[in-house]
């Protein structure tokens, strides 16, 4: 659904077509927050981002949308997530080295990703992460999945009734997105495990670095 069509839904779903009390700018808005809580608390934004290292340098971009980064890699291979406290053990607590090669773990700071080693070359470093939402207008598309719109249709609609100090029906669709928000959470974290049976992944059994565990 588009946000024309949402606003549209959420509108007839009141009674309220046409009505100038809730202005389309002001649905738009209620639209975007609810992506937020889908993004925030379910993960359902997914992306991947390429870009090319450069020689000798260690510091890169954060995705200015990422909430989390799930995974790096360079030249197709996974690099581990690193504390800087476990980068000083890498470096022996000298930061400002300059040692280069095939990075073999990240850590982040702020809006960057650092790499260690320092790349010695030009190769592709991916990243996939978990996402917020842009703002949301007339034209956009939206980013959280199809499957939750009429979830959103119904924060919608709470949010229409709540500013019509209906707090009858305000309580039954907050009540309803609050169940469809859960369960978008569960049927997130059911899509990462994908074909795998529930258990506890044994630590031992994972590859081994000069720092533990990857």
């Known amino acids: 659904m588009t946000p024309v069509e949402i606003v549209e839904y959420a ?5 309220a077509v046409g009505d100038t009390f809730f202005s389309d700018a002001e649905l738009y808005r209620h639209i975007f927050q609810a992506e937020m809580d889908l993004a925030i608390k379910a993960g359902c934004i997914k992306n991947i981002y ?3 290292t450069v020689a000798s340098t260690q510091e890169y971009s954060r995705p200015a949308n990422a909430i989390v980064l799930k995974r790096i890699t360079y030249n197709g291979v996974k690099l581990a997530p690193i504390s800087m406290r476990e980068d000083d053990a890498v470096t022996l607590s000298n930061q400002t080295t300059t040692a280069t090669g095939s990075p073999a773990y990240y850590f982040e700071w ?5 790499l260690r080693p320092i790349p010695d070359t030009a190769l592709t470093l991916k990243i996939w992460s978990v996402d917020k939402p842009q703002t949301v207008s007339a034209t956009s598309t939206l980013e959280v999945p199809d499957r939750y719109h009429y979830a959103i249709a119904d924060y919608l609609t709470w949010r229409i009734a709540l500013k019509d100090r209906n707090t009858a029906l305000a309580a039954e669709y907050r009540t309803a997105w609050d169940r469809a928000l859960l369960e978008a959470v569960k049927h ?3 899509r990462l495990r994908g074909d795998q049976f529930y258990g506890i992944q044994d630590n031992e059994q994972l590859a081994e670095t000069v ?3 990857i």
Do not use: D, K, L, P
């Open 110 to 114: 702020g809006a960057s990703v650092f």
């Open 188 to 190: 997130e974290r059911q």
């Open 11 to 15: 509108r007839q779903q009141y009674n």
């Open 50 to 52: 390429t870009t090319t």
């Open 211 to 213: 720092i533990g565990s």
